[in-house]
């Protein structure tokens, strides 16, 4: 059974950084497509950044991209998300997902695996 554990969140001013680290475990790392997705009050689910197990392929929400940045180690199993020029809007609670890599697409669906989310707030 997979296990996913967020860190790093918390509470920042508009323009800081911050950066998420997902921990994975339970099963082969580079088996799993890794993604991070986020949700607000009110909110659905939305995907804000995937990364393909060899780490050679990206894709990002049109919202942060050139914001953010989705890494992975394969050798310490951990996943990343670095967070840059944060917004009010970004604020959220985000979850990192895990999917075979098999299975093609980024949709939320696409996940079977996912942590218990990890706040981040963005004042302005």
């Known amino acids: 059974q997979v296990q996913l554990v967020e860190s790093g969140g918390g509470l920042v001013q508009a323009g800081a950084s911050l950066r998420l680290s997902c921990a994975f475990s339970?099963?082969?790392?580079?088996?799993?497509?890794m993604g991070w997705f986020r949700q607000a009050p009110g909110k659905e689910r939305e995907f804000v950044a995937a990364?393909?197990?060899?780490?050679?392929?990206?894709s990002y929400a049109d919202s942060v991209k050139g914001r953010f940045t989705i890494s992975r180690d394969n050798a310490k199993n951990t996943v990343n998300l670095q967070m840059n020029s944060l917004k009010p809007e970004d604020t959220a609670v985000y979850y990192c997902?895990?999917?075979?890599?098999?299975?093609?697409?980024?949709?939320?669906?696409?996940?079977?695996?996912w942590g218990q989310g990890i706040q981040v707030t963005v004042s302005s």
């Open positions: 339970g099963r082969t790392f580079s088996m799993y497509d």
């Open positions: 997902a895990a999917k075979p890599n098999t299975r093609t697409g980024y949709s939320a669906r696409m996940y079977d695996y």
């Open positions: 990364i393909r197990w060899s780490g050679g392929y990206t």
